[in-house]
């Protein structure tokens, strides 16, 4: 995988140009823009201490001296660079990918009689939800979570690196399968793309148990990104992000969905197939079932949300109809604003999913 099957240039550079910033401090390796949890020399003063016997006495603020007649030391908060993980479930639920997910780059294509666009190599036509202009995906490309997730991890990756900081990447499903350490080097996007493409494994997964597990490949406070569609266990991951937080963690967790899963546009009798086990199909009548199942989805929402919320954990609901830049971009300027939570959706609605506490909702595919 290269970072130009994902991106155009445009947006390569438009990646390039937004600042994610550490809310809290962090522990790096190399001077940065990053607040650090140690003091040093820096341009931003921190406070004063009073003086004891072996400090320097170049630190001493001689005009405080003169003031209060005592000796005072100047401290400086000390700027360090971010070291982020980011792990992305690559889990059976994540492989589903309906019909109005929009390709991660565009390539020129041919409208049908009907003014839309075709898949090549597929015929798969895709509508982008943005301004109602449409777009082609690339052969290989099937419209999955799993591939919007690869692309967000992708995209972040080389924000983080273009910034001069350290990331790494973790993949997962019942387990951690692939882990690359956090490195600064401008080279070290080609590791991480490498990972991202290795095919998944699927199954189910237990996010809170995957997190408790990644605690011990994360030394230093930091950033971590968990990209997943977050069906599961909300208790379990719930208390797994608490335990991250406790470890002064800074924590984003980018949940990722299909448009099909918030608002189930099925109709008549249809089958579907669980995608976290072998086989498992049921035959239902969608008109029957979709009041139910949007309300249960909802619920389950509003309990992450409400999870993320009591561990101060940023979390953002992002759909597969919104073009990965704009979601990234907009994301950004959200953070820099304050806490976040809410959802981003390819009509360009921005809200705090509704609902109250629920069962969870398990993955589908028609």
């Not at 992708?154 to 990331?167: I, P």
């Not at 086989?279 to 969608?286: F, L, P, Q, T």
């Not at 989805?297 to 309990?303: D, E, I, S, V």
Request: aromatic share 6%.
């Amino acid at each position: 995988m290269r970072l130009a099957d994902l991106f155009r240039a445009r947006d390569v550079s438009r990646i390039e140009s937004l600042r994610l910033i550490a809310r809290g401090a962090v522990e790096g390796l190399a001077a940065g823009r990053h607040r650090s949890a140690k003091k040093g020399s820096s341009v931003e003063f921190k406070e004063h201490r009073p003086y004891v016997p072996g400090d320097e006495v170049r630190n001493i603020d001689w005009k405080a001296f003169g003031k209060s007649d005592r000796l005072y030391i100047r401290e400086f908060e000390e700027e360090t660079n971010l070291r982020c993980m980011i792990l992305v479930d690559q889990s059976g639920s994540m492989a589903y990918g309906g019909e109005r997910a929009l390709p991660l780059v565009s390539t020129d294509s041919k409208a049908d009689s009907k003014g839309k666009h075709s898949k090549k190599g597929t015929g798969r036509k895709v509508t982008s939800a943005a301004g109602g202009s449409k777009a082609s995906a690339p052969w290989w490309w099937k419209g999955t979570k799993q591939e919007f997730a690869c692309g967000l991890a992708a995209s972040l990756s080389y924000l983080l690196l273009s910034n001069q900081d350290s990331v790494g990447v973790m993949t997962f499903d019942a387990r951690i399968r692939e882990h690359v350490p956090p490195r600064m080097l401008p080279s070290h996007l080609n590791t991480i793309l490498g990972s991202l493409a290795i095919e998944s494994r699927g199954g189910e997964t237990d996010l809170g148990v995957v997190l408790r597990h990644s605690l011990s490949k994360l030394p230093r406070r930091g950033l971590v990104v968990l990209i997943s569609d977050g069906l599961g266990d909300v208790e379990s991951l719930g208390r797994s992000l608490t335990l991250l937080r406790a470890e002064r963690q800074d924590v984003i967790f980018l949940q990722v969905l299909d448009p099909d899963e918030l608002d189930f546009p099925f109709d008549d009798r249809i089958e579907f197939r669980d995608l976290e086990s072998d086989g498992r199909r049921e035959v239902v009548d969608a008109r029957q079932v979709r009041g139910r199942y949007v309300e249960a989805m909802q619920r389950h929402n509003a309990m992450i949300s409400a999870a993320c919320r009591r561990s101060r954990v940023d979390h953002l609901l992002v759909t597969t109809d919104l073009p990965l830049v704009d979601a990234l971009a907009r994301f950004v300027a959200m953070r820099q604003a304050g806490p976040v939570s809410g959802a981003l959706s390819g009509s360009g609605q921005q809200a705090t999913p509704p609902g109250t506490p629920g069962d969870a909702v398990k993955g589908l595919s028609s």
